[in-house]
């Protein structure tokens, strides 16, 4: 089960930090990935680490979010700035099966149930 926090209430422009935490042994284990949901559409993926790490992002937050890593802490973080109101969405995490020669972005979560998420708000 990982757990995720750090979103809110923020005006376009804005940063949030988000913060994905799990067990050790799977922040160790697996690649991770975040995902967005809106009410009403399929849950989508934002940023993710795949094959050596190498990270990767949706077309629409290239250049806006970041994504890390803190082994110290067994976290992965979305660092993301110049919000938008299409940002707007429940932000969520997962480790991720990522196929030899893909792109991390079309991994496929391995949860078997989701977490609560992060609400991530985005007003003036």
């Known amino acids: 089960q990982l757990v995720e926090s750090g979103g809110g209430l923020v005006q376009p422009g804005g940063s949030l930090n988000l913060s994905c935490t799990g067990s050790?042994?799977?922040?160790?284990?697996?690649?991770i990935g975040w995902f967005r949901q809106v009410p009403g559409k399929e849950r989508e993926p934002v940023a993710c680490?795949?094959?050596?790490?190498?990270?990767e992002y949706d077309e629409s937050v290239k250049g806006r979010f970041t994504f890390s890593r803190d082994n110290t802490k067994n976290m992965r973080r979305l660092h993301m700035e110049n919000l938008k109101p299409e940002d707007t969405a429940v932000y969520y995490c997962?480790?991720?099966?990522?196929?030899?020669?893909?792109?991390?972005?079309?991994?496929?979560?391995?949860?078997?149930?989701w977490g609560q998420g992060t609400q991530v708000t985005v007003s003036s």
């Open positions: 050790k042994w799977t922040m160790n284990s697996y690649n």
């Open positions: 997962s480790p991720i099966a990522v196929p030899s020669g893909t792109d991390c972005l079309a991994g496929t979560p391995l949860l078997r149930s």
């Open positions: 680490e795949g094959v050596y790490n190498k990270l």
